[in-house]
């Protein structure tokens, strides 16, 4: 752009148009989180409808997904919402923690244990194929993170349990399925029964446009990456200045510190606190809404607590 161009610009006003499009722009990223994520969208009465098709492993990588297992609750000293260390299958203290509360021998005890239990989250590349909420999507890799019951049904398929069945790889481009994802409210969760995989069929015709859409999917490992977590003596200070444990040394992270003056300063005056919004999306990112496979989740969980 010449010089002249740009006193051109000026007068029309074009390059404050310009700059507050990109700060709106800037704005909206930033309050939208990952952009790599894809969410079903439903309808004020809870129905959501998509298809989508699960993508194989990234290039250099072994699996096409992760298995991601978090903490998000509030305490008397603020908020927890951290990654848990037995997703790396190492000690953590959390679920230390909950074992001590689920084997003590009181109800209170239990019912604490549950409310701080572990959320356990998969992750995925996903196609886009078809979101009739957001058709921008369509044709797009993103990242798609589900729960138990969805990856329940991706097991089936692979192990289909009657004879009549063939066993599909849903990760396959060429042997795979699309699979379409339906949801709706059920006495008040998030129920996907209704969710199914098409035909198998390959997910397009064209190889190198196949490949094309390989070549741009997201690493899953990074999710677990150690850099990911926090040590176990990071999250033990946390957790223990959540609890209000008398004696606890305040631990601040810059995040925490974030997170809390946040809350202060949103909730100050207010008999009801309401979660900070810089803590909106990842929870929303950990529980997104509460479906019904956090119980069946929570069985296995707590079977496992009462074997420690």
Same mark, same amino acid.
Do not use: H
């Given at each position: 752009m010449?010089f002249a161009d740009?006193?051109k ?5 074009s390059?404050t148009q ?7 722009k800037m704005?909206n990223a930033?309050?939208?989180g ?6 079903l ?11 989508i098709r699960f ?7 072994d699996?096409?997904f992760q298995k991601l297992?978090s903490h998000?609750f509030?305490g008397?000293?603020?908020w927890y919402?951290?990654n848990?260390l037995t997703? +790396? ?15 003590n021998?009181?109800?209170s005890g239990?019912?604490?244990? *549950?409310?701080?239990?572990r959320k356990l ?7 886009v194929v078809k979101?009739?909420?957001?058709p921008?999507?369509e044709?797009q890799?993103?990242?798609y993170?589900?729960g ?6 991706i097991t089936?398929a692979?192990?289909p349990e009657?004879?009549d069945?063939?066993a599909i790889?849903?990760?396959?481009f060429w042997q ?6 339906k ?5 008040g969760? *998030?129920n ?5 995989f098409?035909?198998?069929d390959?997910l397009l015709e064209?190889?190198?446009a196949?490949e094309a ?6 690493s899953l490992e990074?999710f677990?990456?150690?850099d990911q ?6 999250l033990?200070?946390r +957790?223990?200045y959540v +609890?209000g ?8 992270d810059q ?14 005056g ?6 900070p ?7 929303d990112s950990?529980?997104p809404t509460?479906t ?12 496992a607590l009462?074997a420690d």
């Open positions: 010449s740009l006193k610009q000026s007068k029309l006003g390059l310009k700059l507050v499009k990109e700060v709106e704005n930033g309050s939208s990952d952009e790599r994520l894809w969410k969208e439903c309808d004020k009465g809870g129905n959501g409808y998509a298809v993508l194989p492993a990234p290039e250099g990588e699996l096409p297992y998000a509030q008397p000293g603020g919402i951290e848990s997703t +790396l299958s190492q000690k953590d203290p959390m679920s230390e923690y909950n074992t001590m509360l689920w084997n021998g009181t109800d239990k019912d604490q244990a *549950r409310k701080q239990k989250t998969y992750v995925a590349n996903i196609y979101d009739p909420a957001n921008s999507n044709g890799v993103m990242l993170k589900f138990k019951k969805i990856f329940d049904k089936a692979m192990q009657f004879e069945e063939e790889d849903p990760f396959d795979g399925a699309n699979f379409k994802l949801a709706k409210n059920v006495a969760y *998030r996907y029964d209704s969710s199914e098409a035909r198998q390959a064209d190889d190198e196949m859409i390989w070549k741009k999917e997201y990074e677990v990456a150690p977590f926090k040590s176990y003596d990071e033990k200070k +957790l223990d +609890l444990i008398k004696g606890t040394t305040k631990f601040q995040e925490s510190v974030q997170e809390e003056e946040e809350f202060r300063q949103q909730n100050r207010e008999s009801a606190p309401s979660v919004q810089s803590m909106k999306e990842e929870l950990l529980s509460k019904d496979d956090d119980d069946d989740d929570t069985l296995s969980y707590f079977a009462a």
